[in-house]
């Protein structure tokens, strides 16, 4: 196995690996790395830095894409959001939690990207999703 391949296992793991000065950084979820690629993650330690530095590549060049989970169970409301459809009930036209601010945009404005970034952070997150019922 090459280093790259070496690089993508790790990536598929949800592993992220980047340098930060002469250090190589290693940051992976709990228990999903075995001793057999932590003792590799030492042995190639140089080369892996020379690698990353090279190909200008840092922790979100290999982060995993991101891919919705099935949810199996019904997840109990926040405290944050017990908080909202309680001031949400007591006077549904008083927009409690709603925050506005302006700006200035110097330049122009592309209405259609700002549209389609705004979209994308939505469909990126599940929280901001607007779908399901209140129970």
Same mark, same amino acid.
């Given at each position: /196995?090459?280093?790259?391949?070496?690089?993508?296992?790790?990536?598929?793991?949800?592993?992220?690996?980047?340098?930060?000065?002469?250090?190589?950084?290693?940051?992976? *979820?709990?228990?999903?790395?075995?001793?057999?690629?932590?003792?590799?993650?030492?042995?190639?330690?140089?080369?892996?830095?020379?690698?990353?530095?090279?190909?200008? /590549?840092?922790?979100?060049?290999?982060?995993? *894409?991101?891919?919705?989970?099935?949810?199996?169970?019904?997840? *109990?409301?926040?405290?944050?959001?017990?908080? /909202?459809?309680?001031? %949400?009930?007591?006077?549904?036209?008083? *927009?409690?939690? %709603?925050?506005?601010?302006? /700006?200035?945009?110097?330049?122009?404005?592309?209405?259609?990207?700002?549209?389609?970034?705004?979209? +994308?952070?939505?469909?990126? =997150?599940? =929280?901001?999703?607007?779908?399901? +019922?209140?129970?």
């Amino acid at each position: /196995m090459n280093l790259n391949q070496f690089l993508t296992e790790l990536s598929d793991l949800g592993v992220k690996l980047w340098t930060d000065g002469d250090q190589l950084r290693v940051r992976s *979820p709990k228990g999903v790395l075995t001793q057999k690629q932590r003792d590799l993650l030492t042995l190639h330690k140089t080369e892996l830095i020379t690698l990353l530095r090279s190909s200008n /590549m840092s922790a979100s060049d290999i982060d995993l *894409p991101l891919v919705r989970i099935e949810k199996h169970l019904d997840l *109990p409301v926040s405290f944050g959001q017990q908080s /909202m459809l309680f001031l %949400n009930g007591l006077d549904r036209e008083n *927009p409690f939690y %709603n925050v506005s601010f302006s /700006m200035r945009i110097i330049g122009s404005l592309s209405v259609t990207a700002l549209e389609q970034s705004i979209n +994308e952070i939505i469909r990126r =997150h599940e =929280h901001q999703h607007a779908e399901g +019922e209140q129970r």
